[in-house]
């Protein structure tokens, strides 16, 4: 489980957390670590040289639906793409 736990998919927050993300300084060296909640133990980022990982949205279990995970992130890709432009292919790229 993750901190996004029982959280809904909420697009402006999640493409906000993108935009930080993409802006914020990563580390340039060091052992990959993962974090937690201190009082539950669920999963907050893992952070590595050069990356950080942070779980964005979490099924609550009952929404396992493949359709609607893949419309949420067409949903975080669009919003994504009106800041930024369409994905250019680079390599690399996830």
């Known amino acids: 489980m993750t901190v996004r736990a029982g959280e809904p998919?909420?697009?402006?927050?999640?493409a906000a957390e993108v935009a930080a993300l993409l802006t914020a300084p990563?580390?340039?060296?060091g052992?990959?670590?993962?974090?937690?909640?201190?009082?539950?133990g669920e999963w907050r980022a893992t952070t590595g040289e050069g990356f950080r990982a942070?779980?964005?949205?979490?099924?609550d279990g009952d929404d396992d639906d493949p359709d609607a995970a893949?419309?949420?992130?067409?949903?975080l890709v669009a919003e994504l793409d009106t800041h930024w432009g369409p994905d250019?292919?680079?390599?690399g790229s996830v």
């Not at 998919?9 to 999640?14: I, N, V």
């Not at 990563?26 to 060296?29: K, S, T, V």
């Open 31 to 40: 052992p990959t670590a993962a974090g937690g909640d201190p009082d539950t």
């Open 70 to 75: 893949e419309a949420r992130l067409d949903a």
């Open 88 to 91: 250019r292919g680079t390599a």
């Open 26 to 29: 990563l580390p340039a060296a």
């Open 54 to 59: 942070v779980p964005l949205w979490e099924s």
């Open 9 to 14: 998919f909420d697009l402006a927050r999640t």
